[in-house]
């Protein structure tokens, strides 16, 4: 900033008079009137001040507007605040005129005061080297360019200045260079005396260049001296070591002590010193001062907290004169319609909270460039590391061999794998016999625990800092777009922090940047982009402290502005990416956006990222914004666009980070890993289980074959063959079936004329049935030709149609459910869902009731009762008759049902369905109770309704009206009109003018709505029981029903009144409709872990009683499906122990 030192003669005359006047007080005060005498005391008491070395943080504690009380609050709490009636709860404030005109006054003493205090701090030495605060001074100057610059005299002059000025009201001083050596003064300080100061003068004028600077050296021999209470400093370059380094040993070697650092640069040729001298501040807490002699500019703490006041004081006052316009004989009307609209619609932008220093200079941090989750993962994912578990399993899986034996008859599959291998599902859904090594396994299973840790700390390094707003900005050429519309007036101060923080920290590693503001308008903080470098990331957040929220939001505005003229050359460069950082939905249609931006990203390396906040519903009182959507539909539009641009979403909030591509991506492969690891842990328990039932049967097995081997008579081989009988030379011709007999007949009589009986008439009953299922099913009959050989007299056969194989039952894993957002009712939807429907009763699992065991503790009666697990229910022992596959197969499908229940669930506790529950029909009225009992419930009704009108009415909606009805009815429309966009916005500004007052018409209300032609469903908002009889209404809406056929859904407000409740039960009833009774938010906070997480946990707590229809049906479900999953998880259990004790058994 720029600060000339005064050189006026006429003010050099006033400051000679003014000393002149301090040195001889008597004779300034003979004067005769008293207004010369006020003015000349104000001009002793304000160069006293001045002349005294003051401390600028201690003198700006002492006289800051809030020490000062005159803040605004301070001003508003003279007033005398009013409601304008009672139905309104916008506050009124009056002010006198003596008031304000008292407050104005005191205001403009205050910015005089800073003023001249800011003229003393850029006179002399403190305008080249700062304020020195302590008395013990330790003085360190850069010797490393004294002669290398153009002017050295210039130096040695404002160092004599400062030992003059300053340096001679200290007490002890210690004075060194430092360069590539160190040059010392004095071995040790010094006492301040008139001689000491000369012989400085002297020294420094020997000052010689030395080349680099090393200012730890300097640091160590100053440090050794622990009397000194103040370390100045003065740098000329940048110093050899780096600046955490520094500043690492500076806090070791202070430690302790209470050493105040105050660093300055003089005659900075680059930003590098800056950048280096305020992180060595700021770490250290210490005060930085930066001057350039050449173009006098300099900044300082001192200054910049100074100014900072000062802007902030000149802004108060701006408003307090805008109060003085009308006539100062009455009191100001004008501050009623000043700062109680104000008050109403928003707090000032100077009187929100603000971070410490959040208009301080960056600290500018240097990163190393980043990665997005997808591009990180192909280095770091499972499949780049071969953690994948199919490529380990790969070198011992085998495909299932099953081939049709002729001599059989029949369709054989291998048993190898029964006795060494386990049967495993692979990727595509096949069947694999695995050979499985535990060795192998267990150290897969370590690889992937170690890789889960490894993307741990990645989900915890993108959930910091800046990351956890903005995600990773991985370009080198990066445009943000800041949205400042109207509606984020009360958070300009968070997104100017956002900004802050990103600048800091992510940007200063880029190549070329731009910033674009947008509201209504677009505001570009430079034409086209511009090269990253320190001083221009810092007039970048110079100029953002200086934006004001107005207009609606412009998002294609901004799009064209960022592709059309900072990436017009986008095709010659790599590396490019727009950042939209938006809180709500754009003023264009997002199909027009995403056509947009993916004409204009194809072809080119160019993504569009979206960081979108979520800062709440706005309030109904103050203007609607121009376009309106849930929270959840902004997310969904912003999604769109982001894909079409290929680029990312990242969606944050004040409780953290609702969802994020980067953070998906890794979660993604954790649950992969997590999936890995259980299938390992199946694998290693089935291979125990079948091993343990091998070592249980080995033993007799081999005694039983040795026994056969001794007992089997030794086998006779038949003759070589004879010339071909009669019946052989005949069999050429016969058709398949005589063909078949006459092949029986020769394997009944062998050609060594040994007798034997044939299979047929040694078992006629199963002849017999096999031929009647052969009739009955005529595919399962196999046809044989039989040809001769041309070697020998040898008979050949060929088959020309195969037996079909047995097919095996498995349970069905893959099941269908439907979409968590389909608009129906809870019973339509849970009529496609629901348990029984999809077949997954548990109870198939169990067999019948065991006659053996009174009680699982008691002892197995039976073989079958040692070999199947068995679970004790209501007092009777069950078996369970699955496997542990087909048990797993069944928690899988059963958790995904309950997570998609939970889904559900979520969805419509969302939104406007959280007030109004889903909207059905495609032509519907909504009746609203605007009674006076509704006062505490009329601003969430407004806020909720807006929202349903964009969110429900506007898209699944034909047509709709509004009524709002009290002692009268006040029709939004006389019809229902077509929902389109104008509609929703008018609906909308009606909306916010609703006021609670009068008593319930419900009866009128509902007679009123019935009347409007093709209406197909009422939605009838009350908090309480009607003003007419409740009987009169169910007759009259039955009536209307029988001749309209029109549901009426009922919404209550009350969880206490039971007659309301039951009232508009029976009337929901008696129509066909809905009741729906919102869930409180000590409720909905119980379960809001569940519902955010998407699926159950076993301490999740149960679900509150539902009073809706909705809510009810889907709970009931939900709850007996969680059950169900509870169940076959102890099931689970009970196989695995089985399990472990067969394999311990076997082992002893």
């Known amino acids: 900033m720029d600060r000339n030192t005064d050189r006026d003669p006429q003010k050099q005359l006033n400051q000679k008079t003014m000393n002149d006047l301090a040195q001889n007080s008597q004779d300034g005060l003979l004067v005769t009137h008293v207004n010369q005498t006020q003015d000349l005391l104000q001009l002793q008491g304000s160069e006293t001040q001045t002349s005294a070395l003051e401390d600028s943080e201690d003198w700006l504690a002492m006289h800051s507007l809030k020490f000062e009380k005159l803040t605004l609050a301070d001003l508003i709490s003279q007033g005398t605040v009013e409601l304008e009636d009672h139905n309104n709860a916008a506050p009124r404030v009056h002010f006198t005129t003596q008031t304000i005109l008292h407050f104005k006054s005191r205001l403009s003493d205050t910015i005089e005061r800073y003023q001249q205090r800011l003229r003393w701090l850029s006179e002399n030495s403190k305008k080249a080297f700062g304020l020195i605060k302590g008395s013990r001074v330790g003085l360190l100057i850069d010797s490393s360019q004294v002669s290398g610059g153009p002017q050295p005299e210039e130096f040695q002059n404002d160092l004599a200045s400062l030992i003059d000025e300053q340096l001679s009201h200290k007490e002890k001083l210690y004075v060194l260079s430092f360069g590539v050596t160190t040059r010392l003064l004095w071995p040790t300080p010094v006492e301040v005396s008139t001689s000491t100061l000369q012989k400085?003068?002297?020294?420094?004028?020997?000052?010689?260049?030395?080349?680099?600077?090393?200012?730890?050296?300097?640091?160590?021999?100053?440090?050794?001296?622990?009397?000194?209470?103040?370390?100045?400093?003065?740098?000329?370059?940048?110093?050899?070591?780096?600046?955490?380094?520094?500043?690492?040993f500076i806090q070791q070697s202070t430690l302790g002590r209470s050493l105040f650092i105050h660093v300055t640069t003089y005659k900075c040729d680059d930003h590098v010193p800056s950048a280096v001298l305020k992180n060595l501040t700021d770490a250290l807490g210490g005060y930085y001062h930066c001057y350039s002699p050449e173009s006098e500019l300099y900044t300082s703490r001192d200054v910049d907290e100074l100014l900072a006041e000062t802007r902030k004081a000149q802004g108060l006052l701006r408003q307090v004169q805008a109060l003085c316009h009308s006539s100062p004989c009455e009191e100001l009307s004008c501050m009623i319609n000043e700062i109680s609209l104000e008050l109403t619609k928003g707090p000032f932008t100077s009187l929100l909270p603000k971070p410490p220093k959040h208009e301080a200079p960056l600290t500018i941090k240097f990163p190393d460039l980043d990665k997005t989750s997808a591009e990180w993962l192909k280095i770091?994912?499972?499949?780049?590391?071969?953690?994948?578990?199919?490529?380990?399993?790969?070198?011992?899986?085998?495909?299932?061999?099953?081939?049709?034996?002729?001599?059989l008859q029949k369709t054989v599959a291998a048993t190898i794998h029964e006795k060494a291998m386990v049967q495993f599902e692979w990727h595509d859904g096949t069947m694999k016999n695995i050979h499985v090594d535990p060795p192998v396994l267990f150290e897969y299973q370590k690889q992937l625990g170690k890789a889960v840790q490894i993307y741990e700390k990645r989900l915890q390094w993108l959930s910091l800092t800046s990351r956890r707003i903005w995600g990773t900005v991985c370009q080198r050429r990066v445009v943000i777009l800041l949205d400042v519309s109207v509606t984020n007036s009360m958070y300009i101060i968070h997104i100017q922090h956002s900004l802050r923080l990103l600048l800091e920290e992510q940007l200063s590693n880029k190549d070329y940047f731009n910033i674009i503001a947008f509201g209504s308008t677009i505001e570009s903080w430079r034409p086209e982009m511009v090269a990253v470098s320190h001083d221009n990331l810092q007039r970048a957040w110079r100029?953002?402290?200086?934006?004001?929220?107005?207009?609606?939001?412009?998002?294609?505005?901004?799009?064209?502005?960022?592709?059309?003229?900072?990436?017009?050359?986008?095709?010659?460069?790599?590396?490019?990416?727009?950042?939209?950082?938006?809180g709500g939905v754009p003023d264009q249609d997002v199909h027009i956006i995403s056509a947009y931006v993916a004409e204009a990203c194809g072809g080119c390396d160019l993504q569009l990222n979206v960081c979108l906040f979520y800062v709440g519903e706005p309030q109904m009182d103050t203007t609607p914004p121009a376009c309106y959507a849930s929270r959840t539909d902004t997310a969904t539009a912003y999604k769109e666009v982001a894909q079409a641009a290929c680029g990312r979403f990242h969606w944050f909030g004040e409780t953290g980070i609702y969802e994020s591509d980067d953070i998906n991506a890794i979660v993604s492969e954790i649950e992969k890993a997590l999936n890995y690891s259980q299938k390992c842990a199946f694998l290693v328990a089935s291979l125990k289980n079948q091993s343990g039932k091998e070592l249980k049967s080995g033993a007799p097995e081999k005694d039983k074959t040795t026994t056969l081997q001794q007992n089997q008579p030794k086998k006779l081989y038949p003759p070589k063959p004879t010339a071909p009988s009669v019946a052989r030379m005949s069999i050429k011709d016969d058709p398949d079936g005589e063909a078949s007999s006459q092949l029986k007949i020769l394997k009944c009589h062998p050609l060594n004329g040994e007798t034997r009986v044939s299979p047929a008439a040694a078992q006629p009953g199963k002849e017999a049935m096999v031929e009647q299922r052969m009739k009955a099913n005529p595919r399962a009959k196999a046809k044989l030709f039989l040809f001769y050989t041309e070697s020998g007299n040898s008979v050949g056969s060929v088959y020309k149609r195969y037996t079909q194989g047995k097919s095996i039952r498995r349970i069905n894993s893959s099941i269908e459910l439907p979409r968590k957002d389909t608009v129906c009712s809870s019973q339509e939807w849970t009529a496609t869902c629901r348990l029984k429907r999809l077949k997954l009763e548990l109870s198939k699992c169990l067999g019948p009731n065991c006659r053996y065991q009174t009680s699982v503790r008691g002892p197995a009666l039976a073989k079958h009762c040692t070999l199947f697990p068995s679970i004790e229910i209501n007092g009777v022992v069950r078996h369970i008759q699955w496997t542990l596959w087909e048990i797993e197969t069944y928690i899988t499908c059963m958790e995904k049902v309950t997570k998609c229940y939970v889904q559900?669930?979520?969805?419509?506790?969302?939104?406007?369905?959280?007030?109004?529950?889903?909207?059905?029909?495609?032509?519907?009225?909504?009746?609203?109770d605007t009674s006076g009992s509704m006062g505490p419930h009329l601003q969430w009704m407004k806020t909720e309704l807006v929202l349903l009108i964009w969110e429900q009415l506007r898209k699944h909606c034909n047509r709709f009206n509004l009524l709002s009805f009290a002692e009268d009815l006040k029709p939004w429309q006389d019809t229902l009109v077509k929902s389109t966009e104008p509609a929703c916005h008018k609906a909308m500004k009606w909306v916010a003018h609703l006021q609670a007052q009068g008593s319930t018409s419900v009866l009128a209300a509902l007679t009123k709505a019935f009347s409007f032609q093709d209406v197909q469903g009422l939605y009838l908002l009350t908090d309480g029981k009607p003003d007419t009889s409740c009987s009169l209404i169910l007759d009259t809406v039955q009536k209307f029903q029988k001749e309209r056929g029109v549901k009426v859904h009922t919404i209550s407000l009350t969880s206490t009144d039971r007659t309301a409740m039951e009232f508009l039960r029976k009337l929901a009833s008696l129509s066909g409709g809905r009741y729906h009774c919102p869930v409180s938010d000590e409720a909905l906070k119980g379960i809001q872990g569940l519902l955010v997480r998407g699926f159950i946990k076993e301490r999740d707590p149960k679900l509150p009683l539902f009073e809706g229809d909705d809510l009810k049906i889907l709970a009931e479900e939900f709850t007996k499906a969680r059950n169900l999953l509870k169940q076959a998880q102890v099931f689970r259990s009970q196989l695995l122990k089985k399990n472990d004790m067969k394999s311990k058994v076997t082992s002893c």
């Open 200 to 248: 400085l003068k002297l020294w420094v004028k020997t000052l010689q260049p030395e080349g680099s600077s090393n200012l730890l050296q300097a640091l160590k021999k100053v440090f050794a001296h622990k009397e000194l209470d103040s370390l100045v400093i003065v740098l000329r370059s940048c110093p050899d070591q780096p600046s955490e380094f520094l500043s690492d």
């Open 380 to 407: 770091n994912g499972l499949k780049a590391k071969k953690l994948n578990l199919y490529q380990v399993l790969a070198p011992n899986a085998f495909n299932p061999v099953e081939e049709f034996v002729p001599i």
């Open 543 to 582: 100029w953002a402290l200086s934006l004001q929220c107005q207009g609606s939001r412009n998002v294609l505005g901004a799009l064209r502005k960022a592709i059309e003229v900072d990436f017009k050359d986008k095709t010659k460069h790599e590396s490019q990416g727009i950042y939209l950082f938006t």
């Open 904 to 928: 559900r669930l979520h969805w419509l506790l969302s939104g406007s369905r959280r007030l109004f529950g889903t909207i059905l029909e495609s032509n519907v009225c909504i009746l609203l």
